[in-house]
């Protein structure tokens, strides 16, 4: 079922969850046991995320530096299938511009359809990626939304190239959106707009980038109705675990951390973990109270804090708005 249909036939709030693949050579075990975690909260979708390849720097003894490739973590088309046919869940791979050309999206989005994989979330991907040499013949996606066009062209059975009998597929197409606005955006304003122009092209629903502050979400939410964003805007949340999450999480993720919850945690380090579960549950209560129909944790490969957080939840005395 697509992520729509499940807000559209939602009785009570959704919990959805966004996962990564096992690193480079790893054992996919331990995805299985943090998925056995989340299934009984009866998920109605998971986000798997995926990677190109990086290029870091080394500096050497001698002054030099010397270029390196890290090669992207392997498995999101399978790891979605095993999540479909192995949990009963229907999975939303991350398509992203970065490291791939249309024509690997397009042979990516073909083994999606094939397995029965309808959902897809569309983002540009980091910047950190490693270039590679691109054919003449061959192009690449800039942006998310040059990726929902491409996605939406193959829903109306429009492929890169003619092909014999090419069926339309049928993709529901999801976008991130930024509370605190894109770090590369000059302004809000400007990033809504942007976002703006996604939905127009046919952006199905919108997952929001982590956030500590609620009334930032519900900021968001209401400039999004204001400029004629109608689609579903589905808060993203992550659990503070450690006391260096107070600066690593907005290096990382452009976010700000309420000064209320960073001074707790600097006062109190070796009770990071419980601070960080208690702020997300009054995070996660009190967007239910307001009528949000589901909430989605990141929980990368760790799903224990945020398990914590959800059993503390009143979920079932909820209804959706």
């Not at 092209?201 to 400029?227: E, H, M, S």
């Not at 209320?260 to 109270?289: C, F, H, Y």
Request: hydrophobic share 35%; glycine share 6%; proline share 7%.
């Amino acid at each position: 079922m697509k992520v729509i249909e499940h807000y559209q036939k939602a009785t009570e709030p959704l919990i959805s969850f966004e996962i990564i693949p096992p690193k480079r050579g790893s054992s996919i075990k331990p995805v299985f046991e943090a998925l056995d975690k989340i299934n009984k909260f009866h998920p109605p979708f998971i986000d798997v995320t995926s990677h190109a390849a990086e290029a870091y720097y080394e500096e050497l003894s001698d002054g030099t530096v010397k270029r390196h490739i890290k090669r992207k973590r392997p498995g999101t088309i399978g790891l979605c299938a095993a999540i479909k046919h192995r949990y009963g869940v229907d999975p939303v791979p991350h398509v992203i511009c970065k490291g791939f050309t249309k024509e690997e999206t397009e042979d990516a989005l073909i083994e999606l359809n094939y397995l029965g994989i309808h959902n897809v979330l569309a983002v540009r991907g980091d910047d950190h990626v490693a270039p590679k040499p691109i054919a003449k013949d061959r192009t690449v996606n800039e942006y998310a939304i040059d990726l929902v066009k491409q996605v939406k062209s193959m829903n109306k059975g429009q492929y890169l190239e003619k092909l014999f009998d090419a069926e339309p597929t049928d993709f529901c197409v999801g976008v991130g959106g930024y509370p605190e606005k894109h770090f590369e955006a000059p302004n809000l304003d400007w990033d809504l707009k942007r976002l703006k122009e996604k939905v127009d092209a046919g952006a199905d629903y919108i997952v929001t980038q982590l956030f500590f502050d609620n009334q930032v979400y519900f900021d968001f939410v209401k400039k999004c109705r204001d400029i004629g964003i109608q689609v579903p805007i589905i808060p993203g949340l992550k659990v503070l675990t450690t006391a260096n999450h107070i600066t690593s999480l907005p290096k990382s993720f452009f976010i700000n951390i309420p000064s209320a919850l960073s001074e707790e945690v600097s006062r109190n380090p070796e009770r990071a973990r419980e601070i960080g579960i208690e702020w997300a549950t009054m995070q996660a209560k009190d967007l239910l109270d307001n009528g949000v129909c589901g909430l989605h944790f990141y929980i990368m490969t760790n799903p224990s804090p945020a398990v914590e957080v959800i059993e503390k939840l009143p979920l079932a005395t909820k209804h959706c708005k």
